[in-house]
């Protein structure tokens, strides 16, 4: 669940952002368990699979610094824009048992 520069709130299947809800929170969470229900009824397997992730899976909001390329480099002032990221384990490292967590990710 985010919050829109306008207020309102947007809410998706992080493999399915097209299948976004908008507006007051709690009708936001709503319309998407409602969305999900119908969907997982008649849906096919391999569509189901694509929205489930590993035990571990994480979502981070990481803050990326952005400026202005047009101004001079003393007028310049950096603007933090957050952005939501899926940090989801897989391969050997996730076999052996290796640590999940987004810190661990971040230290290898």
């Known amino acids: 669940m985010r919050e829109r520069f306008d207020g309102a709130g947007v809410a998706f299947p992080v493999a399915a952002p097209d299948a976004a809800s908008f507006g007051r929170d709690e009708d936001v969470l709503v319309a998407q368990q409602l969305f999900l229900r119908e969907h997982a009824a008649r849906a096919q397997p391999e569509a189901l699979s694509r929205l489930s992730f ?22 310049r002032s950096e603007t933090p824009v957050s952005s939501p990221c899926v940090v989801v384990s897989a391969g050997e490292r996730a076999a052996r048992g290796a ?7 971040r230290d290898a």
């Open 99 to 105: 640590p999940q967590s987004a810190q661990a990710a």
């Open 54 to 75: 590993p035990e571990g899976t994480e979502l981070l909001s990481v803050e990326i610094p952005v400026w202005r390329d047009d101004l001079l480099r003393e007028l």
